[in-house]
Protein backbone atom coordinates (compact mmCIF):
# COMPACT_ATOMS: atom_id res chain seq x y z
CA UNK A 1 0.00 0.00 0.00
CA UNK A 2 1.14 3.48 -0.95
CA UNK A 3 1.19 5.49 2.51
CA UNK A 4 0.81 9.83 1.27
CA UNK A 5 2.37 12.13 4.13
CA UNK A 6 0.65 15.73 3.57
CA UNK A 7 3.11 19.14 4.68
CA UNK A 8 2.28 21.02 6.69
CA UNK A 9 -0.78 19.74 8.35
CA UNK A 10 -1.84 23.45 8.88
CA UNK A 11 -0.86 26.21 6.55
CA UNK A 12 -2.23 29.80 7.37
CA UNK A 13 -1.77 32.56 4.75
CA UNK A 14 -3.91 35.55 4.03
CA UNK A 15 -5.65 36.76 0.59
CA UNK A 16 -3.54 37.07 -2.58
CA UNK A 17 -1.01 34.75 -0.98
CA UNK A 18 0.67 31.74 -2.54
CA UNK A 19 0.25 28.79 -1.13
CA UNK A 20 2.27 25.40 -1.47
CA UNK A 21 1.16 22.05 -0.16
CA UNK A 22 2.97 19.23 -0.56
CA UNK A 23 2.24 15.55 -0.74
CA UNK A 24 4.99 12.89 -0.19
CA UNK A 25 4.70 8.96 -1.40
CA UNK A 26 6.50 6.28 0.20
CA UNK A 27 6.84 4.34 -3.27
CA UNK A 28 6.77 5.42 -6.46
CA UNK A 29 3.39 6.61 -7.89
CA UNK A 30 2.42 4.64 -11.01
CA UNK A 31 2.28 7.46 -14.18
CA UNK A 32 2.07 10.19 -12.00
CA UNK A 33 -1.35 8.99 -11.13
CA UNK A 34 -2.21 11.80 -8.87
CA UNK A 35 -4.96 13.58 -7.76
CA UNK A 36 -5.95 16.43 -5.47
CA UNK A 37 -8.91 17.56 -3.88
CA UNK A 38 -10.49 20.36 -1.98
CA UNK A 39 -12.94 19.77 0.49
CA UNK A 40 -15.18 22.32 2.33
CA UNK A 41 -17.18 21.80 5.73
CA UNK A 42 -20.57 19.58 5.15
CA UNK A 43 -19.51 19.15 0.89
CA UNK A 44 -17.91 16.56 -0.31
CA UNK A 45 -14.48 16.53 -1.77
CA UNK A 46 -14.27 18.52 -5.16
CA UNK A 47 -11.24 16.85 -7.67
CA UNK A 48 -8.87 20.15 -8.44
CA UNK A 49 -6.02 18.20 -9.82
CA UNK A 50 -5.52 14.80 -11.99
CA UNK A 51 -2.47 13.29 -13.67
CA UNK A 52 0.04 15.01 -11.20
CA UNK A 53 -0.85 18.60 -13.31
CA UNK A 54 -3.84 18.36 -15.43
CA UNK A 55 -6.44 20.70 -14.23
CA UNK A 56 -10.08 19.16 -13.98
CA UNK A 57 -13.21 20.80 -15.68
CA UNK A 58 -13.90 24.39 -14.53
CA UNK A 59 -10.80 24.47 -12.00
CA UNK A 60 -9.34 28.00 -12.04
CA UNK A 61 -5.90 28.85 -13.73
CA UNK A 62 -4.89 29.74 -10.11
CA UNK A 63 -4.43 26.09 -9.19
CA UNK A 64 -1.85 24.25 -10.58
CA UNK A 65 -0.25 20.60 -9.69
CA UNK A 66 3.46 19.43 -10.18
CA UNK A 67 5.97 16.52 -9.50
CA UNK A 68 5.97 12.85 -10.34
CA UNK A 69 7.76 9.74 -8.32
CA UNK A 70 7.23 10.15 -4.90
CA UNK A 71 6.87 14.13 -4.32
CA UNK A 72 4.14 16.00 -5.57
CA UNK A 73 3.50 19.41 -5.30
CA UNK A 74 -0.13 21.77 -5.33
CA UNK A 75 0.23 25.58 -5.71
CA UNK A 76 -2.51 28.24 -5.32
CA UNK A 77 -1.09 31.02 -7.04
CA UNK A 78 -2.96 33.80 -5.50
CA UNK A 79 -5.11 32.87 -2.61
CA UNK A 80 -9.03 33.75 -2.65
CA UNK A 81 -11.33 33.86 0.02
CA UNK A 82 -13.03 30.28 -1.18
CA UNK A 83 -9.76 29.18 -1.48
CA UNK A 84 -9.59 28.22 2.61
CA UNK A 85 -10.22 24.87 3.46
CA UNK A 86 -9.16 21.09 2.96
CA UNK A 87 -6.98 19.54 0.39
CA UNK A 88 -6.11 15.87 -0.30
CA UNK A 89 -3.62 14.14 -2.40
CA UNK A 90 -4.49 11.26 -3.47
CA UNK A 91 -3.01 7.97 -5.61
CA UNK A 92 -5.11 6.04 -7.97
CA UNK A 93 -2.43 4.44 -9.63
CA UNK A 94 -2.53 0.75 -7.53
CA UNK A 95 -4.89 -0.47 -5.47
CA UNK A 96 -5.19 0.10 -2.98
CA UNK A 97 -6.34 3.68 -3.52
CA UNK A 98 -5.01 6.01 -0.88
CA UNK A 99 -5.55 9.81 0.37
CA UNK A 100 -2.90 11.86 2.25
CA UNK A 101 -4.62 12.78 6.02
CA UNK A 102 -5.39 15.95 4.75
CA UNK A 103 -3.52 19.74 4.59
CA UNK A 104 -6.16 22.25 6.27
CA UNK A 105 -5.53 25.80 4.31
CA UNK A 106 -6.63 28.70 6.78
CA UNK A 107 -7.20 32.35 7.05
CA UNK A 108 -4.17 34.32 8.98
CA UNK B 1 -25.48 16.21 -15.65
CA UNK B 2 -23.64 13.65 -13.53
CA UNK B 3 -25.59 13.19 -10.51
CA UNK B 4 -24.74 10.96 -7.63
CA UNK B 5 -27.37 10.26 -5.07
CA UNK B 6 -26.64 8.27 -1.89
CA UNK B 7 -28.94 6.46 0.50
CA UNK B 8 -30.21 3.87 3.30
CA UNK B 9 -27.62 5.41 6.20
CA UNK B 10 -28.89 5.86 9.54
CA UNK B 11 -28.45 4.70 12.71
CA UNK B 12 -27.19 0.62 13.63
CA UNK B 13 -26.11 -1.25 16.74
CA UNK B 14 -22.86 -2.58 16.50
CA UNK B 15 -23.12 -5.85 15.07
CA UNK B 16 -25.82 -4.86 12.97
CA UNK B 17 -25.92 -4.30 9.26
CA UNK B 18 -26.55 -1.64 6.41
CA UNK B 19 -27.12 -1.60 3.08
CA UNK B 20 -26.26 1.49 1.38
CA UNK B 21 -27.34 2.70 -2.35
CA UNK B 22 -25.89 5.10 -4.80
CA UNK B 23 -28.33 5.67 -7.83
CA UNK B 24 -26.27 7.36 -10.58
CA UNK B 25 -27.63 9.76 -13.62
CA UNK B 26 -26.46 12.08 -16.23
CA UNK B 27 -23.50 8.81 -17.62
CA UNK B 28 -22.98 6.02 -18.85
CA UNK B 29 -23.01 4.01 -15.64
CA UNK B 30 -22.22 0.61 -17.49
CA UNK B 31 -19.05 2.49 -18.57
CA UNK B 32 -17.11 3.05 -15.53
CA UNK B 33 -16.25 1.53 -12.19
CA UNK B 34 -17.45 2.72 -9.26
CA UNK B 35 -16.15 3.39 -5.68
CA UNK B 36 -16.81 3.93 -2.13
CA UNK B 37 -15.10 6.45 0.10
CA UNK B 38 -15.98 7.27 3.81
CA UNK B 39 -15.32 10.02 6.28
CA UNK B 40 -15.23 9.57 10.02
CA UNK B 41 -16.37 12.76 11.42
CA UNK B 42 -13.65 15.45 11.82
CA UNK B 43 -10.80 12.65 10.26
CA UNK B 44 -9.78 12.23 6.39
CA UNK B 45 -11.31 10.29 3.66
CA UNK B 46 -10.83 6.51 3.59
CA UNK B 47 -10.99 4.68 -0.08
CA UNK B 48 -13.19 1.37 0.93
CA UNK B 49 -14.25 -0.41 -2.16
CA UNK B 50 -14.17 -0.28 -5.71
CA UNK B 51 -16.31 -2.22 -8.20
CA UNK B 52 -15.13 -2.48 -12.38
CA UNK B 53 -17.82 -1.38 -15.21
CA UNK B 54 -19.15 -4.83 -15.35
CA UNK B 55 -18.78 -6.20 -11.81
CA UNK B 56 -16.35 -8.73 -12.40
CA UNK B 57 -13.41 -7.34 -10.35
CA UNK B 58 -14.02 -5.96 -6.88
CA UNK B 59 -11.28 -4.31 -4.64
CA UNK B 60 -11.69 -3.83 -0.69
CA UNK B 61 -9.86 -1.69 1.66
CA UNK B 62 -8.64 -4.31 4.39
CA UNK B 63 -10.54 -2.50 7.47
CA UNK B 64 -13.66 -4.16 5.62
CA UNK B 65 -12.56 -6.80 4.01
CA UNK B 66 -14.89 -9.80 4.74
CA UNK B 67 -17.52 -7.29 6.33
CA UNK B 68 -18.42 -5.46 3.46
CA UNK B 69 -19.86 -6.16 -0.25
CA UNK B 70 -20.11 -3.86 -2.81
CA UNK B 71 -22.43 -4.37 -5.71
CA UNK B 72 -23.60 -2.75 -8.64
CA UNK B 73 -26.86 -3.26 -10.84
CA UNK B 74 -26.05 -1.25 -14.50
CA UNK B 75 -29.92 -2.17 -15.72
CA UNK B 76 -31.03 0.46 -12.66
CA UNK B 77 -27.64 2.36 -12.98
CA UNK B 78 -27.65 1.92 -9.21
CA UNK B 79 -24.52 0.81 -6.67
CA UNK B 80 -24.85 -0.73 -3.38
CA UNK B 81 -22.47 -1.40 -0.24
CA UNK B 82 -23.36 -3.99 1.82
CA UNK B 83 -22.30 -3.51 5.27
CA UNK B 84 -22.23 -6.38 8.12
CA UNK B 85 -21.05 -6.94 11.66
CA UNK B 86 -20.65 -3.55 11.97
CA UNK B 87 -18.37 -1.71 14.24
CA UNK B 88 -18.03 2.23 16.26
CA UNK B 89 -15.30 2.55 13.69
CA UNK B 90 -17.35 2.06 10.84
CA UNK B 91 -19.27 5.42 11.93
CA UNK B 92 -18.54 7.99 9.08
CA UNK B 93 -20.48 9.43 5.85
CA UNK B 94 -20.06 7.20 3.11
CA UNK B 95 -19.73 8.80 -0.46
CA UNK B 96 -20.10 7.01 -3.43
CA UNK B 97 -17.79 8.30 -6.56
CA UNK B 98 -17.56 7.53 -9.93
CA UNK B 99 -14.04 6.20 -10.50
CA UNK B 100 -12.44 5.20 -13.80
CA UNK B 101 -13.35 4.77 -16.93
CA UNK B 102 -13.31 1.06 -18.24
CA UNK B 103 -10.26 1.69 -20.46
CA UNK B 104 -8.00 4.18 -18.86
CA UNK B 105 -7.09 5.52 -15.15
CA UNK B 106 -8.56 8.61 -13.58
CA UNK B 107 -9.63 9.67 -10.33
CA UNK B 108 -13.05 10.42 -8.61
CA UNK B 109 -14.16 13.21 -10.82
CA UNK B 110 -17.99 12.93 -9.78
CA UNK B 111 -19.09 12.77 -6.11
CA UNK B 112 -22.13 12.26 -3.87
CA UNK B 113 -23.21 13.98 -1.49
CA UNK B 114 -22.73 11.33 1.21
CA UNK B 115 -24.89 9.36 3.60
CA UNK B 116 -23.92 9.00 7.38
CA UNK B 117 -23.87 5.67 8.99
CA UNK B 118 -23.80 5.89 12.70
CA UNK B 119 -22.65 2.66 14.77
CA UNK B 120 -23.87 3.04 18.43
CA UNK B 121 -25.69 1.32 21.31
Known amino acids: EIVLTQSPATLSLSPGERATLSCGAS???????LAWYQQKPGLAPRLLIY???SRATGIPDRFSGSGSGTDFTLTISRLEPEDFAVYYC?????????FGQGTKLEIK | QVQLVESGGGLVKPGGSLRLSCAAS????????MSWIRQAPGKGLEWVSY????????YYADSVKGRFTISRDNAKNSLYLQMNSLRAEDTAVYYC??????????????WGQGTLVTVSS
Open chain 1, 27 to 33: QSVSSSY
Open chain 1, 51 to 53: DAS
Open chain 2, 26 to 33: GFTFSDYY
Open chain 2, 51 to 58: ISSSGSTI
Open chain 2, 97 to 110: ARDRPWNYAKPFDY
Open chain 1, 90 to 98: QQYGSSPYT
